[in-house]
C-alpha cells in the first residue's frame, strides 16, 4: 500500500489540480467578458490592470469552488482503484485493516501492494475527460473572444444605435498633424516651465495628457468641443486646488494663474473653439483690456466683434454677431473635412481685419 499507492495518489491529485485550472480559467475569461462586454457597449475604457485583477478574482474563485466540489480523500481513492483496475476491493479490504497487526493482515496488505506495482498508471483513466475537454474548448473559445470584443464591438454598437435611431451617424472627428504638434508643444511648456509650482503644473500635465490620450482613441466631431471644455474646467479646478494650499504666496498663486490662464487660451486656440461667453463677460467687468485682441471690444480704440460689418452673399451686409454661429459651424466642417487649412483660414481673418482698420482710418 504505501510506495505503489501513493504513485496512484499523486496521479488522482494531478488530475484534480487540472480540472481545477481549467475551471478556473473559464471562470475568469467568463467574468473578463462579463465586464469588458458593458462597459465598452457604454463607452468605458477600463485600464488593463482591473482586467487582469478581474481574471485572477475569477480565476481563484471558479478554481476554488471546483476544488472544494472535487477534492478526495484516502477512503474515495481506495475505492477509485478498486473500481477502474478491476481488483475486486482488495485496496479498500488493505486499506480498512491497515492498521491491524497478524501474519493474514500482512499477507494481504503485501499482496495489494504487489497488485498496485504490477498495475500501470496510465491504466487509470482521467475521469469526467469529456467535461474536462468541453470545459478547456470554452475557456479557449472565450479567451480568443476577449481581444475581438475588444477591438470590434464598440464600432459595431455604434453602427446598430445610427441605424436603430434613424439619424445620420456623427462623423469622427480627426486631429490634424497641427493641432498634434500644437498640443504636444504646450504639454512641453508646460513641463519646462518656471513660473508654476509643482502641484498646479502636475495638475494641468495630468489633465493635458488625458486629454491626448481622449484623442488619440478618436472622438466625434461634436463631442471634442465637450472633451476640450472638461479639461479646462478640471485644469481649473486643479489650479485652484494648487493656489488654496497653505503656504502658497500670493505672487506664487498669481503666477499659478497665469500660467493655467495661458494653458487654457491656447487649448481654445489649438481646436478653434470659441471661449465660453462667460469668461469674455468676466474680462470685460473684471480684468484691463487688450488691445492687441479684437475679440475684445472697446478700450483704446478697439473693435467690437459683434458690431463689425460684415458682407453675407444670401443676407447682404450684416454684423458678425448676426451670422457668428452659422459661419463657425462652416469653418469647423471646412476645417474638419480638409477644404480649408488652419493656416489659410487665419490669413483670411488677418486680411479682413487689416483692411478693416485700413477704411477706418
Known amino acids: 500500500m504505501d510506495g505503489n499507492f501513493k504513485k496512484f495518489k499523486k496521479r488522482i ?9 481549467v475551471i478556473g480559467l473559464t471562470a475568469a475569461m467568463i467574468v473578463v467578458i462579463a465586464v469588458l462586454l458593458p462597459c465598452k457597449l457604454c463607452g468605458i475604457n477600463l485600464l488593463w490592470v482591473y482586467y487582469v485583477l478581474i481574471a485572477s478574482g475569477g480565476f481563484a474563485l471558479g478554481g476554488g469552488i471546483a476544488f472544494l466540489l472535487l477534492r478526495t480523500n484516502d477512503k474515495n481513492i481506495v475505492k477509485r482503484l478498486d473500481a477502474d483496475l478491476k481488483l ?3 485496496v479498500q479490504t488493505a486499506y480498512e485493516y491497515s492498521g491491524s497487526t497478524g501474519e493474514i493482515y500482512d499477507m494481504l496488505r503485501d499482496d495489494t501492494s504487489a497488485a498496485l506495482g504490477r498495475a500501470s498508471v496510465k491504466a487509470l483513466p482521467f475521469k469526467n475527460i469529456l467535461a474536462t475537454v468541453l470545459c478547456g474548448v470554452l475557456a479557449l473559445s ?12 464598440p464600432a459595431v454598437f455604434a453602427q446598430a444605435q445610427g441605424n436603430g435611431d434613424g439619424e445620420k451617424e456623427d462623423p469622427p472627428r480627426p486631429v490634424t498633424d497641427w493641432e498634434w504638434e500644437a498640443l504636444d508643444e504646450l504639454i512641453t511648456y ?3 516651465s518656471r513660473k508654476a509650482d509643482s502641484y498646479a503644473k502636475a495638475g494641468m500635465l495630468a489633465e493635458l495628457k488625458g486629454l491626448r490620450n481622449v484623442l488619440s482613441e478618436g472622438v466625434s466631431q461634436s463631442g471634442l468641443g ?3 471644455r472638461n479639461t479646462v474646467s478640471r485644469i481649473r479646478n486643479a489650479v485652484s486646488d494648487a493656489n488654496a494650499r497653505n503656504g502658497v504666496t500670493e505672487e506664487q498663486q498669481a503666477l499659478n ?3 493655467e490662464k495661458y494653458v487654457v487660451e491656447k487649448l481654445y486656440e489649438i481646436f478653434s473653439l ?4 462667460d469668461e469674455n463677460s468676466g474680462n470685460n467687468q473684471g480684468e484691463e483690456e487688450n488691445p492687441d485682441q479684437p475679440s475684445n471690444p472697446g478700450g483704446n480704440g478697439g473693435v467690437n466683434m459683434s458690431d463689425v460689418p460684415f458682407f453675407d452673399p444670401e443676407k447682404g451686409y450684416v454684423t458678425v454677431g448676426d451670422v457668428r454661429d452659422e459661419y463657425y459651424e462652416r469653418i469647423q466642417q471646412a476645417l474638419a473635412e480638409g477644404t480649408i487649412s488652419k493656416e489659410e483660414w487665419e490669413y483670411i481673418m488677418a486680411t479682413y481685419f487689416a483692411d478693416l482698420s485700413n477704411k477706418e482710418e
Not at 491529485?13 to 485550472?21: G, Q, R, V
Request: hydrophobic share 50%; with cysteine.
Open 13 to 21: 491529485l494531478a488530475e484534480l489540480l487540472i480540472k481545477c485550472a
Open 88 to 90: 475486486e476491493e482488495r
Open 142 to 153: 472565450c479567451t480568443i473572444a476577449v481581444p475581438v470584443i475588444a477591438a470590434c464591438v
Open 190 to 192: 508646460v513641463e519646462n
Open 226 to 228: 465637450g472633451f476640450v
Open 257 to 259: 494663474s497665469a500660467e
Open 274 to 277: 470659441p471661449k465660453p461667453d
